[in-house]
């Protein structure tokens, strides 16, 4: 695609004037210039055109609020003045993956006074000996050079940009703490509760097993002195017996 098309899309139907962010990428520029970029992206930030296809600069128009500014992946091997003019508030340029061989070309950026960031990885300029260092000393307002500074500390993810919500992404992300304890507290606390439940429901089966026993023993006691009642009436059933059968003799 086009990089005229290609901007026309992603202005959605706004206005230039309104556009804070651009990204082109991986379209195709039909003659090695910027297309389709007008002053009228004065309030631009950010401006991606990686792998475009570029070799100059010379039509960048003006962008005096741009700090971002992303060209890895292109031709460019020269012409880097034309950045301190159109872009003067940029703090973060990634010539990655470019033409730049020497260190007379990057001297152009002398003048981008907020410049921050500069990224030359895969540029044949940093097979120059003693390359990090010419680099350094021939822009001192530039702190990470690839992604290090002098001391090899790593640039920060953030770093040219106006994000600050990471910290605040990784406590969303990590949680509110101790959710999991009450969680686990909660647990055992109902298993505490069907436990005794438990209990509670064994200890009044077993009162009603026992009252179940007591009854019983209450119902052969009964029968028992029942049986004892009658054998004792027979007993003496058969005590009267002789006598009776005496008195009937004398009668006789």
């Known amino acids: 695609m086009e990089m005229k098309k290609r901007i026309s899309l992603e202005l959605r139907n706004r206005t230039p004037a309104k556009l804070a962010e651009l990204v082109v990428d991986n379209c195709r520029s039909s003659d090695g210039e910027v297309e389709g970029l007008t002053d ?3 309030e631009l930030e950010f ?4 792998n475009v296809g570029l070799t100059s600069l010379a039509k960048l128009p003006s962008l005096p609020k741009l700090r971002k500014l992303e060209l890895s992946d292109n031709n460019i091997s020269g012409g ?3 950045l301190s003019e159109k872009c003067p508030n940029l703090s973060y340029l990634n010539l990655s993956g470019n033409k730049i061989k020497e260190l007379s ?3 152009a950026l002398q003048n981008l006074k907020n410049l921050k960031s500069l990224d030359l990885f895969n540029c044949e300029i940093t097979t120059l000996e003693e390359y990090r260092e010419s680099i350094f000393e021939l822009l001192p307002q530039v702190t990470y050079l690839d992604g290090f500074d002098q001391e090899d500390i790593e640039a920060p993810d953030s770093e040219g940009d ?3 919500d990471d910290d605040d992404d990784d406590e969303e992300e990590a949680g509110p703490t101790g959710d999991c304890d009450d969680g686990e507290d909660d647990d055992d606390e109902d298993e505490g509760s069907e436990g005794a439940e ?3 429901l064994s200890y009044l089966m077993k009162d009603e097993i026992q009252d179940e026993e007591d009854d019983d023993d209450y119902v052969e006691e009964d029968e028992d002195e029942e049986a004892e009642g009658e054998d004792g009436a027979h007993g003496e059933k058969r005590k009267r017996d002789p006598e009776d059968e005496g008195d009937d003799d004398e009668d006789d």
């Open 80 to 82: 880097l003045e034309v």
């Open 40 to 42: 009228d992206f004065k």
């Open 105 to 107: 070309t990057v001297e």
């Open 162 to 164: 106006d994000g600050g």
């Open 47 to 50: 401006l991606s055109m990686v």
């Open 198 to 200: 438990d209990v509670g």
